[in-house]
């Protein structure tokens, strides 16, 4: 499996064109800031109940064996280069850790945690990365640091079609890691566990069609084209613009309330909107600042609207104003009561 990683599968961080020899070892505890090279770990020869590494430096290893038999923990460890595919891990702990360029496909962790983890350059599966009840502090840096790898990818492979599966990928893992955080961590990781799955669908909802029409991984000429699936892959193209205009929308909408975190924010944020819409009022209608703000505020929450919308003599531009204000006064409202009834109702199990 190792092998075939690194040197066949150019979808991989640790693929190389250059063959070298790993030794296996067993996995224990190393002295800090030491750098271990070029190893194939295994399960220790000895069960243990917890193993602690902090400090160390993985550099092209591997981790190919069952290790659940032993908790392991690692403390501000890099891990360069690493393939963690045919692993298996239970318990174990991951914090502050560094992994750049690391494969965590085909690999299983059970119960684990990644705390304060970076990430860059990493790669997964949706099928066979297993992360049940694995918890995973900053989902969206995990989920958004994962590549296509583009500077591996053959001359005769389609970019776009890679891509596209890495959408899915993302879009598949970050629900599964949304469920594990909804049962247990903090509340700030489960919000912006939220925020992550919400993106990533959003951001994944053209890749399947546009899967499905193409039909391989290869480059396909555009010449060797059908009109039929020239005129499908122009829809699936509209269908990417409005990804992506739902995606600023949702990111628009989500801080306002911090994606459901925080009322507080909501309530600031409306504070703001009605004395933005009420200097408005001041600035062009000539209003004083105690009507500008009563109007603003029976607009913006709606209470007022007509009253001050049925002047057939205000000019069209009072009139934007007043529709501008009310339309952004329903926009918070939906998003500020759903928050509140979301605190006041949500229980994690």
Avoid at 172 to 195: F, H, P, Q
Wanted: some cysteine; charged content about 25%; overall charge neutral.
């Amino acid at each position: 499996m190792t092998k075939q990683k690194r040197t066949e599968n150019w979808w991989e961080p640790v693929y190389s064109q250059e063959e070298y020899a790993l030794t296996k070892d067993n996995l224990r505890e190393f002295q800090e800031r030491i750098t271990v090279e070029d190893k194939v770990f295994m399960r220790p020869e000895e069960v243990n109940n917890q193993l602690r590494n902090k400090l160390v430096t993985f550099k092209n290893c591997d981790f190919e064996d069952s290790l659940d038999e032993t908790r392991y923990i690692f403390e501000q460890c890099t891990f360069s280069g690493c393939d963690f595919g045919g692993s298996v891990w239970k318990q174990s702990k991951f914090r502050g850790c560094r992994f750049d360029r690391t494969s965590f496909s085909i690999s299983t962790f059970k119960d684990c945690e990644f705390r304060e983890c970076e990430f860059s350059n990493i790669a997964f599966s949706g099928n066979t990365t297993v992360i049940p009840d694995t918890l995973i502090t900053n989902p969206s840096q995990f989920i958004g640091a994962a590549s296509i790898f583009e500077d591996q990818i053959p001359d005769d492979v389609s970019t776009s079609f890679q891509k596209a599966h890495l959408r899915v990928t993302q879009s598949t893992l970050s629900r599964i890691i949304m469920d594990n955080l909804s049962r247990e961590g903090s509340e700030e990781s489960y919000y912006e566990a939220v925020k992550c799955r919400t993106i990533m669908a959003a951001r994944a909802r053209y890749a399947p069609k546009f899967i499905q029409v193409y039909g391989e991984r290869r480059k396909i000429k555009f010449a060797s084209l059908m009109l039929s699936d020239i005129a499908k892959l122009s829809w699936i193209f509209g269908l990417r613009i409005g990804a992506n205009l739902e995606v600023l929308v949702l990111r628009t909408l989500g801080s306002m309330n911090a994606w459901g975190a925080s009322v507080s924010r909501s309530v600031l944020v409306g504070s703001f909107l009605v004395v933005f819409f009420a200097l408005l009022q001041v600035k062009l209608n000539s209003d004083g600042w105690n009507d500008a703000l009563m109007k603003t505020c029976e607009v913006f929450f709606l209470f007022g609207y007509t009253n001050h919308t049925s002047d057939l003599a205000m000019p069209g531009f009072g009139r934007f104003l007043f529709l501008s204000n009310a339309v952004v006064g329903l926009i918070w409202y939906a998003v500020f009561i759903t928050t509140v009834i979301n605190k006041l109702t949500r229980q994690r199990s």
